[in-house]
């Protein structure tokens, strides 16, 4: 059974600190990494995506692989209270289902002001 | 910008009934996806199609059915609602593109069985 592995949370934060979320995923031939949010009550929303090892950076948001270890984080800076979501890592399926994702369970942030 | 449409925000069906969720995407993307998510089980997939008139089953296909006739159209059919199919539906698309798998969803459909 091919898994994504996520803490539930809930995680709080401060506002203006940096949050941590952390995802491992079993499927060592997974190539595509997803980062989404959701807000109670609404759909996923893609907020970062990442294909090689190392950091990818957009705004307030890093995205960081290491496939060696089969390791996805995400790290929000700056934390504001809009930022308080649900936050579901989503992992590509290797070989003939490379299209399919399989999705963590998500962890809960709570940014508190 | 991508558009993932769902017919319904919410549906009260009762038990026994035939129904139909449907998804139109605008973006001419070739995946399209239906999952549901439930609290504590997260998103499960239930049927995908890569392309017109195909489908395959996802990891809890029992009790659906699915139809796509158009490429932008791809339809959720619950033969029999029982109430144990009360869920959040939701409907994504994405390119049939190894290097771009990212998928879009739409606003999802929650259904209540009663």
């Known amino acids: 059974q091919k898994e994504v592995e996520q803490n539930s949370g809930p995680l709080s934060v401060p506002e203006g600190a940096i949050a941590s979320l952390n995802c491992t995923y079993s499927?060592?031939?997974?190539?595509?990494f997803f980062w989404y949010r959701q807000y109670s009550g609404k759909s996923p929303e893609l907020i970062m995506f990442?294909?090689?090892?190392g950091d990818k950076e957009d705004g307030r948001f890093t995205a960081q692989l290491n496939k060696a270890s089969q390791y996805v984080s995400l790290l929000i800076r700056d934390s504001q209270p809009s930022d308080s979501a649900t936050y579901l890592c989503?992992?590509?399926?290797?070989?003939?289902?490379?299209?399919?994702?399989?999705f963590g369970k998500g962890t809960k942030l709570s940014v508190i002001p | 910008d991508v558009k993932v449409t769902q017919s319904s925000r919410y549906l009260v069906k009762r038990t026994g009934e035939k129904v139909f969720l449907e998804c139109v995407q605008d973006?001419?993307?070739?995946?399209m996806f239906w999952y549901r998510q439930d609290p504590g089980l997260g998103l499960r997939l239930i049927y995908f199609?890569?392309?017109?008139?195909?489908?395959e089953k996802g990891d809890i296909p029992e009790g659906y059915s699915v139809s796509r006739e158009k490429k932008e159209r791809f339809s959720l059919i619950l033969e029999s609602a029982s109430t144990n199919q009360t869920s959040m539906y939701l409907c994504?698309?994405?390119?049939?593109?190894?290097?771009?798998?990212?998928?879009?969803f739409g606003q999802g459909t929650r259904l209540t069985v009663v």
């Open positions: 994504a698309s994405s390119l049939r593109d190894r290097a771009h798998t990212e998928a879009f």
């Open positions: 199609s890569y392309d017109v008139k195909m489908k």
């Open positions: 973006m001419d993307h070739e995946n």
């Open positions: 989503a992992v590509n399926k290797s070989g003939a289902g490379s299209y399919q994702l399989t």
């Open positions: 990442i294909y090689s090892n």
């Open positions: 499927d060592r031939g997974s190539q595509s």
